[in-house]
């Protein structure tokens, strides 16, 4: 059976998906599959040189999702960019690359812009740290952010040597230096999450991996859950995204996540595998039918306890 994203009430769920087409054409591809929201490229995401926005594509996706309803737009930074590279010649192409994503975000009008920190092979973690939120600071400069509600999303890693933002500490310690320059905001992967070896898959683990979370981050702060079962073990730091409820971590996570109060506020975005067509479909349809049967079984349950006290 297809639930229908207006049965889940505000609650907003999508998938990353393609711009063939041109950028618009995501929105009518996540409306067709039952999505209110959606993350994008803005350009090819393994070359530096970049596409310009068409002016008529900006109008037009802002057009459909007013009249679709689909937001926010997410856009995911290109792969290549290293804010903290030990590279100098690397790291200042990835500033102008990491402008150029903000501007497109920008004109696309997109709410959120996640990022992936980098690497700092080669220096200390905390010399990684202070590349990065130099790099991002001077990636803004003259940029006309301000009051148009755009966040810059650091988003979690798996954990692989090196790499930053592989723990919910290194996150926050991220966004804490960049608040006083940048708009900034936090994007959560449940794949880096479990196989950086939070255990968000028992009860148990789950609701000590969330308060780590506000400890460290805040729950509030958190703006986008990306949603990916995974395809290797809790711990393993490696980072091979499977479809919802096919991998190691199966579907109780997504429920709880996707049912719990504290990330209400948030978008939840599936970047799972598309090896046959309608896989994006069913990915979306899995994470909308956890919230569905979560509330339906709430009703009966309050339905229950209604003939009871009668």
């Keep these: 059976m297809t639930i229908s994203s207006e049965r889940i009430g505000s609650k907003r769920i999508g998938i990353h998906l393609g711009t063939g087409g041109g950028p618009s054409s995501a929105v009518e591809r996540a409306h067709e599959i039952g999505a209110n929201t959606f ?10 040189k970049a596409q310009k926005v068409v002016p008529e594509q900006a109008k037009r996706m802002r057009e459909l999702r007013a009249q679709f309803d689909v937001s926010p737009l997410v856009i995911h930074t290109s792969y290549l960019v290293n804010l903290c590279s030990q590279n100098e010649e690397v790291r200042q192409k990835s500033i102008a690359a990491f402008r150029g994503e903000v501007e497109r975000a920008l004109e696309l009008g997109a709410e959120y812009l996640v990022l992936h920190p980098g690497s700092w092979n080669g220096l200390t973690r905390e010399r990684g740290l202070e590349l990065a ?3 991002i600071t001077e990636s803004l400069n003259r940029l006309a952010w301000q009051g148009t509600g755009f966040q810059i999303l650091i988003e979690n890693t798996a954990g692989a040597q090196f790499s930053l933002g592989g723990s919910f500490k290194q996150v926050a310690e991220l966004v804490a230096r960049l608040r006083p ?12 999450s479990h196989v950086a070896g939070y255990d968000l898959v028992s009860a148990e683990g789950y609701e000590a991996t969330v308060r780590q979370i506000d400890e460290t981050i805040g729950c509030a702060e958190v703006k ?13 730091k490696l980072d091979r995204h499977q479809n919802i409820g096919q991998g190691t971590m199966g579907l109780e996570p997504f429920r709880r996540l996707l049912n719990d109060d504290r990330f209400a506020h948030c978008a939840f975005i599936a970047e799972t595998p598309v090896d046959e067509p309608g ?14 049967s979560s509330a339906g079984r709430r009703s009966r349950k309050k339905l229950a306890g209604h003939q009871q006290m009668a």
């Design 181 to 192: 320059t940048a708009p900034m905001g936090v994007c959560l992967d449940t794949c880096h």
């Design 279 to 292: 896989d994006d479909k069913r990915n979306v349809q899995a994470l909308l039918d956890l919230v569905a």
């Design 224 to 236: 986008v859950w990306h949603c990916n079962d995974a395809k290797a073990a809790m711990g393993s």
């Design 133 to 135: 939120a130099e790099s």
């Design 39 to 48: 993350q994008i490229f803005s350009s090819s995401p393994r070359m530096w």
